[in-house]
């Protein structure tokens, strides 16, 4: 109902103030939101109620609109990785349309406590001559420390309301409120690479390093995958754009990388199918298709935000799933892991310690846009002894370094070769930085 009630209230608005801008009737609507009027069992949150449920009587009586930097209804400090302190100065512009001199003390209300930050005010009270403006900086200082490591189900940010409490009568007695949001990601620098890309016999093993630098703001991790697929820079900024894929092998588990050129800010914007053939040999076509996809899209067709790595069977219906997908917000990295049982139907092809090996294809679909991605290729890779080693995870503070050794199977590389290793860092900066592709032969 939150359509027909905010459409009621921009009629009431609109016939209390006939002379006003547009701009001016939006403002009015936002600005007198009442961030103590929101109920449910979830807890109020400026990204999630703005300022709060509209009010018809305080927004038809207020005189006084208020506006982020380019007449914007919210004051955004948009999306910032980084591996420093961050500090911006924006500023809030009043405009008071009455015919009254309007006061207001000035205060940061509703901060959100997931993201410690800092607001300074460059006034704590306004005086708004009748039919004039004023204007005052708002500054937001955070730590890259403070914002933490990103996950798949920890939504970073530094939110709240810069909130205009009138004075002395002033304004109809109605507060105003400017939601103010920033999305931070504090960073990892690390870096991965290959000692000798062309290892010889008798021990075809080479060691790999992954170095996190200095001044990085968080410790960060190598996850090591064979490096299958590759696909270049081609849908612009869409987050379906697909990179590289690679996949690793634990005893009963497989765990598909993917990733992009450009971030997501919720994976659930995204589709990416990959498709398996179980049983190349027999021709037959692609058998499964593991897919990164919204849990609450798939189970009951409602976007929840959260994404599950489904395994569907090419040959009959229903979808398997036992794992999240770990896709953090802001990033551009999504890993799929499943069961290698997940891959073996009763009747259809199956994957086993006795047929092992499958190729497998990617495509990205973003479901914003409607654009798609195929992934030129095809990559193979054997599920119980794979042809170059993976599952290594290395976790290094800033200005660390670690290693691990990196063995290939000259017999089953001759059968399932890879281009090399894909070197997860999922906290590096969002991109290419992410996922380290380092040349390995054989």
Known sequence: MAAP??????????QAHPGWKTEDLHAAISNT???????????????RGGTGLVQPAAATSTQVVAFGEKSQFALSFGFDERKDKFDKTSSVLVRNNGSSRATFNVSVTNKTTSSAHEISLGKTSISVPARATTNFAVKLEMAASAVGQSTGLNFQEAAGLITLTPTNGSNNGVTLRVPYNLVPRALSLVEAKVGDSQP???????????????????P?????????????????????????????AFPGVLVFAVNTWSRWSNGSTAE????????????????????HADQGAITAGVFNGRQLAFVFSTRSPGASAFFFADAHTDSSTSLLPILTSQLCRAGEPCLNAGNPRFTYEAVGFDLITDEVDPVGGTASFNAFSPAISTGAFLEVDPGESASTPITINPTEWALTPAKGIMVVSQDNQSGKEEAALLEVKR
């Open 272 to 291: 990416f199918d990959i498709f398996v053939d179980v049983d190349p040999q027999n021709a037959n076509g692609d058998d499964y298709v593991v897919v």
């Open 200 to 218: 010889d016999a008798p021990s075809f093993t080479t060691t790999a390093t992954v170095e996190n630098k200095s001044g990085a703001a968080l």
């Open 220 to 248: 960060g991790v190598g996850d090591f995958y064979a490096w299958g697929l590759e696909d270049g820079n081609d849908t612009g900024k869409s987050p379906a754009d697909i990179r590289a894929v690679g996949v690793q």
């Open 5 to 14: 009630h905010v459409a009621g209230v921009a009629a009431l608005v609109k």
């Open 33 to 47: 939101g009442s961030p103590g009027a929101i109920g449910g069992t979830a807890p109020y949150r400026v990204t």
